[in-house]
């Protein structure tokens, strides 16, 4: 409890706070009539408006496409599926510029929607809210799948014999058992979608703007720092609001659930509905998701000259006319990995820490500190990264200029979805098996070895891999502090679509394909871990 | 507040932890902030935008010629990371700060954060560029925010391409262009200036109001317009973007031909000469900087000669200094901007936010 506490009052409650107080306080003392001042203006209602009704279509929507895919990827054997999971989680470390020019190819002007159906969505709201599930998908799939590969098929064929319908047992028995995690995810996506940057900006064009942005635009570019504090307080609010809202729904805490080990819950698909589905939900894959990736791999690979890898060959050089960094763009892979490898364990250190402490006790203390590490989430990386500035500036801890402020910082939003991811699962384990090895003389340790950790160990898998995802393809904070000599994979990307020229656009969509191929591969790593010991397997 | 003493101890042992612990993923030769065995003075930090670069062998150049080693800090775009200084005022990240243009001149002059230093050699740079007569800032680079056209697909309709602001407004150019948008980003913001200067506080709302009748398109930023909605450019191709006349720099043809894949022998791409905004960058140095002779050897080498002739080709700017001379890529390719609109840094800083939020309901909404 103490390590996560120390680490969110250190690295953003501190900063946070510093950064909104030097914009309400001025010499007069505190300015809270800005407040009122700002809500009332027209344009701010309507950014807070669209930035919720977006938030709140996008999320809907993302559950509605990517249930049925948590379902098969939990339930359903098929040839290539370790593979298309890694592939799912892809789009959640594309930086956004890169995103939107993908998107830009399906929905915009003679894209693929343009071409079969003559139909552009660009500039609209839809591709808004597809791209949001284009990110947002593999949370869904991760966290309710990897608990529903976990539950007892048995609970559910019981309640079969016993007279349930096919509808009547899922919605006793499967429901109520996945709830915590649905809700879990749908707090996620809508703490991602509420915070939209990048997607809203590139997709929507102009017209659209979002708490996010507007915070961005007076922090960063108009140095309205009281306008910005009572933006980033609004967005306080707000996240306060979803969070209690989520704790109401989550009230009846999460039982302990019978857990089994995935491999023995998924079966080849049997009968036509489970057929139509598994095939329902590769075409929707193929299209929401592989296909915007396809353009962008095939863009790296189309060079003037025809198809080839001139374009990854001109990566390993600076550039003798001029490189855009004092590095070769491919050492930003080198770069990306040792940033990610530090942020996941940071991540899961804190995280670890801070969902034993939450499963160990209850009390409304504790709810809060739940509430507290989810926050990160939903405020802007602007906001944190220039209260960094103003608060780790002192000896010992002047990291302003620091490589470790990049994991740090991509730490922040890697911790809660260690927290959610391990909670509903060590929630579910239950305290007897602790209790049965503590009387048989198993130290506390040796017991959370024995019983916790083959448990939760796929759980710890899945949290790895998505603080390991959020480093990679973590972009607001990064571009503020990464180094000069060694910029990570998207800020490289973003350097070279800053300029003109054939070669450096080529150039960046092959640096994203490789961003996505070393997210695959990671994730496909992290996937097959497993120690030594298969203790775990009961 | 014994509490608040309690839990800093806590965080500063969970902080170290975390540091020892992270060390394992990162690579040993690179030491936390404070570390390391060069004492501090040897070290001069320039802290700058994303655009900044230059050649590492002028760098080490200079390094050698000094026996000052030079660690560059980027963070952000030119108006994020200048408001960074401005936030920490005093106790700034670095010794020198590099590109803060006209546009934000006056923000950075009235926030205080440099001190004054007349740079050795500031009598070869051309005077019109020294804005600042304290020598709070040093000119370092020009650039030119102009419109920029698909010559092929004029010349494949036999239509001119436009020249100046006027033109842009006329029926034959309508529906083909776009632009960024002015209140995210930096050429959006100049080419309103542009405006500004060419039609005064009064009339350029006018102009746009036809500018907007003639069917301009805004997006975000300058990636999307050049790369996903210009006609002539490799992004555009594939994505195919319809639109002949961007908002981007008079660079840009001479990038083009740098980064065609084969160069070709003339650009794609042409410049309106009539419809630019001229952007200075400046550096100065830092109050309270950790090592203020370094800064100033630092300030000294943006002007030297050898700097100036590197930049062209590292950050596609023109020189400041009279001495400098152009590469042939610009000689060659580029264009000489003989009267670029103009608006006074002071001006600017006065109305910036109400011209945004005016050109901002007029255009987007």
């Known amino acids: 409890m103490a390590v996560p506490l120390a680490f969110f009052g250190l690295f953003f409650a501190y900063p946070v706070a510093a950064i909104v107080g030097r914009g309400l306080k001025t010499d007069t003392g505190w300015q809270f009539g800005r407040l009122g001042e700002v809500l009332a203006r027209p344009d701010i209602a309507d950014v807070l408006w669209f930035t919720t009704w977006q938030a709140l279509a996008s999320t809907a929507l993302t559950l509605l496409i990517a249930l049925p895919g948590a379902y098969v990827f939990a339930r359903l054997e098929f040839p290539g599926k370790q593979l298309l999971r890694a592939v799912v989680t892809v789009p959640f470390v594309l930086p956004t510029v890169v995103v939107g020019t993908a998107f830009l190819a399906l929905l915009g002007r003679g894209g693929l929607l343009d071409e079969l159906a003559g139909v552009r969505l660009d500039t609209t709201v839809w591709a808004i809210l597809l791209a949001h599930v284009f990110f947002n998908y593999a949370v869904v799939v991760r966290t309710v799948g990897g608990l529903w590969s976990q539950l007892d098929p048995r609970q559910e064929e019981a309640a079969r014999v016993l007279g349930a319908g096919r509808f009547a047992a899922w919605r006793r028995v499967i429901l109520p058992a996945l709830a915590p995690a649905v809700a879990a995810a749908s707090l996620m996506v809508f703490l991602f979608t509420f915070s939209s940057f990048g997607v809203v900006l590139i997709l929507g064009g102009p017209a659209y703007s979002t708490l996010e942005v507007e915070v961005y635009r007076q922090t960063a570019q108009l140095l309205d720092l009281s306008t910005a504090a009572v933006l980033t307080m609004v967005q306080f609010a707000a996240i306060g609001a979803i969070l209690a809202l989520h704790a109401w729904t989550v009230r009846r805490r999460e039982t302990a659930l019978r857990l089994v080990d995935p491999g023995r819950t998924a079966h080849r698909p049997r009968g036509w509905a489970q057929r139509t589905l598994l095939g329902g939900v590769l075409l929707t894959v193929g299209l929401l998701i592989v296909a915007p990736l396809a353009v962008l791999v095939e863009r790296s690979f189309d060079t003037p000259g025809g198809y080839g890898l001139g374009f990854y060959r001109a990566l390993q050089d600076t550039g003798a006319g001029g490189g855009t960094f004092l590095v070769p763009p491919l050492e930003a892979v080198g770069n990306s990995l040792r940033y990610a490898l530090a942020a996941t364990a940071i991540a899961l250190l804190v995280g670890g820490l801070a969902a034993a402490a939450l499963t160990r006790r209850g009390g409304r203390f504790v709810r809060g500190f739940d509430a507290m590490l989810m926050l990160p989430l939903g405020v802007s990386a602007v906001t944190v990264g220039f209260g960094f500035l103003i608060t780790l500036d002192e000896p010992p801890l002047d990291l302003r200029t620091s490589w470790i402020l990049v994991p740090l910082a991509q730490a922040l939003v890697g911790v809660p979805f260690v927290v959610r991811t391990m909670l509903p699962v060590l929630r579910a384990v239950d305290g007897r098996l602790r209790e049965a090895a503590a009387v048989l003389g198993a130290s506390p340790l040796r017991a959370w070895r024995e019983v916790d950790l083959p448990l939760v160990r796929r759980a710890l898998l899945i949290a790895a891999g998505f603080a390991f995802a959020v480093s990679l393809g973590e972009f607001g904070a990064t571009v503020f502090i990464a180094r000069a000599d060694r910029p990570t994979l998207p800020v490289a990307v973003a350097r070279l679509l800053g300029r003109a020229g054939e070669l450096n656009y080529g150039q960046a969509m092959a640096l994203s394909t490789i961003l996505m191929l070393v997210c695959a591969v990671s994730l496909l790593v992290l996937e097959r871990l497993r120690p030594d010991k298969t203790s775990g397997e009961f | ?365």
């Open chain 2, 1 to 365: 507040m014994s509490t608040t003493r309690k839990i800093a101890g806590a965080a500063l042992a969970a902080a170290l932890g975390v540091t020892t612990l992270s060390a394992c993923g990162g690579d040993a030769e690179d030491k936390p902030a404070g570390g390391g065995d060069v004492p501090k003075s040897r070290t001069v930090t320039l802290v700058s935008h994303d655009s900044f670069n230059v050649t590492d062998s002028v760098l080490k150049e200079f390094e050698q010629q000094s026996g000052y080693t030079v660690k560059v800090l980027k963070s952000g775009d030119a108006g994020a990371a200048l408001n960074q200084e401005i936030l920490t005022k005093g106790t700034p990240r670095g010794d020198v700060f590099f590109g803060v243009d006209n546009t934000l001149l006056s923000r950075a002059l009235d926030n205080g954060i440099f001190t004054p230093y007349e740079a050795k050699g500031l009598g070869e740079v051309k005077p019109e560029y020294v804005l600042d007569k304290e020598h709070r800032v040093t000119p370092v680079d020009s650039g030119d925010i102009c419109v920029n056209y698909d010559k092929a697909y004029f010349a494949d309709r036999k239509i001119a391409p436009p020249q100046t602001l006027d033109d842009l407004v006329k029926p034959e150019y309508k529906d083909l262009l776009v632009v960024e948008n002015a209140a995210t980003s930096s050429p959006g913001l100049g080419f309103m200036l542009a405006t500004v200067g060419k039609y005064g506080e009064e009339g350029w709302k006018d102009y746009w109001s036809k500018l907007k009748a003639n069917g301009v398109e805004v997006v975000d930023g300058w990636e999307q317009a050049y790369n996903e909605r210009f006609s002539a450019s490799a992004g555009g191709k594939k994505a195919k973007g319809d639109r002949p006349l961007v908002v981007s720099y008079a660079s840009s043809p001479p990038v083009e031909v740098l980064y065609g894949e084969p160069q070709p022998a003339e650009a794609p791409t042409g410049v309106a000469t009539g419809t630019c905004f001229r952007q200075i960058e400046f550096a100065g140095l830092l109050k309270g900087a950790k090592n203020e002779e370094g800064g100033k050897a630092l300030v000294d080498f943006l002007i030297s000669k050898k700097f100036q002739e590197d930049m062209p080709l590292q950050m596609f700017v023109n020189p400041v200094t009279k001495d400098a001379a152009l590469p042939e890529l610009f000689t060659k390719h580029g264009v000489v901007v003989e009267k670029p609109e103009n608006v006074t840094p002071e001006t600017i800083a006065k109305n910036r936010e109400q011209w945004v939020k005016a050109w901002t309901a007029l255009v987007v909404k």
